[in-house]
C-alpha cells in the first residue's frame, strides 16, 4: 500500500517556505535599500555585534555585520533546502528562521531596552 500521509512534514514544508521567503526579502533589501534601511538598521547591528557600520549608501561588503545581513538568510536559504531534501524538517525549520530570529533579537534588543542593558 501507500504510504501513510505525514502531517509534519507538510507543516514543515509550508514554515520552511514562509521563512525562504522572509530570508530572500532580507538579503534583497539589505543588497539592494541599504540607503533607506541602513540608518535604521546599521546601530542597532552595530551594538550587538561590536562592528561599526555606516548607514550611508554603500555599504561596506567586507563589513562582517553587513555580510551577516545578506549572506546568513542566503545560507540559511540553501542549507534548509538541503535538510529537508535530507528528510530533517525540524532542522530545516531551524536553520530557515534563524538569520530572521537574529536579526528581530538584536532589533528588539536594541530598541527595546534602555540604553543601560546594551
Same mark, same amino acid.
Given at each position: 500500500?501507500?504510504?501513510?500521509?505525514?502531517?509534519?512534514?507538510?507543516?514543515?514544508?509550508?514554515l520552511?517556505r /514562509?521563512f525562504?521567503?522572509?530570508?530572500?526579502?532580507?538579503?534583497?533589501?539589505?543588497?539592494?535599500? #541599504?540607503? /533607506?534601511?541602513?540608518?535604521?538598521?546599521a546601530?542597532?547591528? +552595530?551594538?550587538?555585534?561590536q562592528?561599526?557600520?555606516q548607514?550611508? +549608501?554603500?555599504?561596506?561588503?567586507?563589513?562582517?555585520?553587513y555580510?551577516?545581513?545578506?549572506?546568513?538568510?542566503?545560507?540559511?536559504?540553501?542549507?534548509?533546502?538541503?535538510?529537508?531534501?535530507?528528510a530533517?524538517y525540524?532542522?530545516?525549520? #531551524?536553520?530557515?528562521?534563524?538569520p530572521a530570529?537574529?536579526?528581530?533579537?538584536?532589533?528588539?534588543?536594541?530598541?527595546?531596552?534602555?540604553?543601560?542593558?546594551?
Amino acid at each position: 500500500m501507500g504510504q501513510a500521509y505525514d502531517h509534519t512534514q507538510a507543516a514543515g514544508n509550508s514554515l520552511v517556505r /514562509y521563512f525562504t521567503l522572509i530570508n530572500i526579502a532580507i538579503a534583497l533589501t539589505a543588497l539592494g535599500l #541599504w540607503a /533607506y534601511v541602513g540608518p535604521w538598521l546599521a546601530d542597532p547591528l +552595530s551594538a550587538a555585534t561590536q562592528v561599526q557600520m555606516q548607514g550611508g +549608501s554603500r555599504p561596506d561588503l567586507a563589513n562582517p555585520t553587513y555580510a551577516f545581513l545578506w549572506l546568513a538568510p542566503l545560507a540559511a536559504i540553501v542549507l534548509s533546502q538541503a535538510a529537508q531534501t535530507a528528510a530533517l524538517y525540524r532542522l530545516a525549520r #531551524w536553520i530557515a528562521a534563524y538569520p530572521a530570529i537574529m536579526i528581530a533579537f538584536s532589533l528588539i534588543w536594541y530598541f527595546g531596552f534602555s540604553a543601560d542593558y546594551r
